[in-house]
């Protein structure tokens, strides 16, 4: 398999997880960033809580802090700047990063156990951190 298609395919994957149903109860917030100076910050509380960020343009950063279980994040960042630090608590969480082209940087951490992060880096300066804590946790990250 190229690398070009391992990369669409993990693309896809990433990009997936924003896409599942969020359960009963749960928060969903999609941020979505066109232009120059692009930034972000998200705090939620409580269990499933969805988060889907796309950040296109300049300068991008994105953080985002979720609490309980089950909660799932999925950023993407394209051009410059990049930079999305993500972390979650509990158990059983999904976060999945995709940057595109320039500076990239990434850093996930997750607790509980049977956690899964999915990191996507091309195009300049790559860096992917990972933490997770438990156990059964899995950690894919792809770059170029």
Do not use: E, Y
Not at 6 to 24: E, R, Y
Not at 44 to 56: F, L, P, Y
Not at 105 to 115: E, F, I, K, L, P
């Amino acid at each position: 398999m190229t690398i070009t298609k391992l990369t669409a395919t993990a693309t896809a994957i990433v990009l997936t997880l924003g896409l599942l149903p969020a359960h009963a109860g749960s928060n969903r917030v999609i941020v979505q960033q066109w232009g120059h100076d692009n930034a972000g910050a998200l705090a939620q509380s409580g269990h499933h809580q969805r988060v889907t960020i796309t950040q296109r343009g300049r300068s991008n950063l994105s953080l985002s802090t979720q609490d309980g279980a089950r909660n799932r994040v999925v950023v993407g960042q394209d051009g410059r700047g990049n930079v999305a630090d993500t972390a979650q608590s509990g158990r059983r969480n999904i976060a999945g990063v995709a940057q595109f082209g320039r500076h990239h940087d990434a850093t996930v951490v997750q607790s509980g156990h049977r956690n899964a992060v999915g990191v996507i880096q091309t195009g300049h300066g790559n860096t992917a951190t990972t933490t997770q804590h438990g156990t059964g946790n899995v950690t894919v990250i792809i770059q170029d």
